[in-house]
């Protein structure tokens, strides 16, 4: 799969641009605030239905515009895809491929599979459990169609089972039998998370301890564990046993939507015992491990977006990087750099067909 072209109307910082792509390399160098980070996110647009780097879709429109247009040309197989992601303001986002309006987003994950690598995935790091969830189901959820239904499932009746709590609170009283309907809807979906998510780091964290350790060109140690409640207990007892703490809350206190990922490296968390270097190669490994994962789940090259990555990193890590690009199969690469000639400087190197967008 190839992205041959790409047209942006009143998004973010853009009016009007047209660019065709390179089928291997495509680098956008220029000064900070040119919008080198907004073609990539437009990139991201197309395959997710929303930005990567704002949630607030109408953000994304040009000051002082009613709307934008995100369109882009793929070749999949045999045959030309065109996407449209397009929002006006006060309307409801469309996603259309080929004309024909998806009447559910869900469908379309996974057709256009890619993997960013930006400056701001350090929130992995830093953030709380959420960004890290976000991240897991994002990956499975590329690859499995059931998995992501679940997810959906799961946040309606979790949503659901809140607005009953709150509705408890508010009128003083309580209805056990009422509660009773989520908790076992919640189960079903919750425990089909879990399971997921244990079957997949299963095969995930090889693959991250390989990625690391060739990033890395050392014998550093990594690894991730995977917290959650239901490691110990099945959803209905935990439910039973927190029913007078989420009546105190007024929210759910127990499930799948509070698992969480622990980075460690030398058995230590990475987010205090890691170096800046350090963290910076845990995320990119962790990256191109979602990218390996992807593209042996779904069969699909990913297109691969690096974001400002050589950023922070010494000479030899990024030697390392464009190495493994070069040596691996690899599809269609998208970079983002200040320094053209740093750029220029690596992908030459990689002796594959390239194009140099100044902007």
Do not use: W
Request: with cysteine; hydrophobic share 40%.
């Amino acid at each position: 799969m190839i992205l041959k072209s790409l047209n942006l109307l009143n998004y973010k910082n853009f009016d009007a641009f047209t660019v065709e792509f390179d089928a291997k390399i495509n680098c956008f160098v220029g000064a900070n605030g040119v919008g080198k980070t907004n073609i990539l996110d437009a990139i991201y647009h197309l395959s997710f239905g929303k930005s990567y780097f704002n949630p607030i879709a109408s953000q994304n429109i040009r000051h002082e515009q009613d709307f934008f247009v995100v369109d882009g040309l793929y070749e999949k197989g045999d045959r030309e895809e065109k996407v449209i992601v397009s929002l006006k303001r006060g309307q409801k986002k469309s996603i259309k491929r080929n004309g024909k309006a998806y009447e559910r987003f869900s469908e379309h994950i996974g057709f256009l599979p890619l993997v960013i690598i930006s400056p701001a995935d350090r929130d992995l790091i830093i953030e709380g459990s959420d960004t890290r969830r976000k991240f897991m189901d994002g990956v499975i959820s590329q690859s499995d169609k059931s998995y992501l239904e679940a997810l959906l499932n799961y946040s309606k009746i979790l949503a659901q089972r809140n607005a009953l709590l709150k509705y408890f609170a508010l009128n003083n009283n309580f209805n056990k039998d009422s509660l009773e309907v989520y908790n076992e809807q919640l189960s079903v979906y919750g425990s089909e998370i879990h399971d997921k998510r244990k079957l997949f780091l299963k095969s995930f964290i090889p693959i991250l301890k390989n990625r690391y350790k060739a990033i890395s060109n050392n014998n550093e140690e990594v690894d991730l564990l995977y917290n959650s409640q239901l490691n110990v207990s099945s959803l209905m007892e935990l439910f039973s046993n927190a029913i007078a703490k989420d009546r105190m809350l007024q929210y759910t206190s127990v499930g799948t939507h509070k698992d969480d990922l622990e980075f460690l490296i030398k058995g230590y968390p990475i987010k205090k015992f890691g170096s800046q270097g350090q963290q910076k190669s845990f995320l990119i490994a962790l990256k191109l491990a979602q990218f390996d994962f992807i593209k042996t789940q779904s069969g699909e090259t990913p297109l691969l977006l690096l974001d400002d990555i050589f950023d922070k990193l010494d000479e030899q890590r990024v030697a390392q990087i464009i190495k493994l690009v070069n040596e691996e199969h690899f599809g269609q690469l998208f970079i983002s750099d200040t320094h053209a000639e740093r750029t220029e400087k690596a992908i030459k190197s990689v002796h594959q067909s390239y194009q140099i967008f100044q902007l």
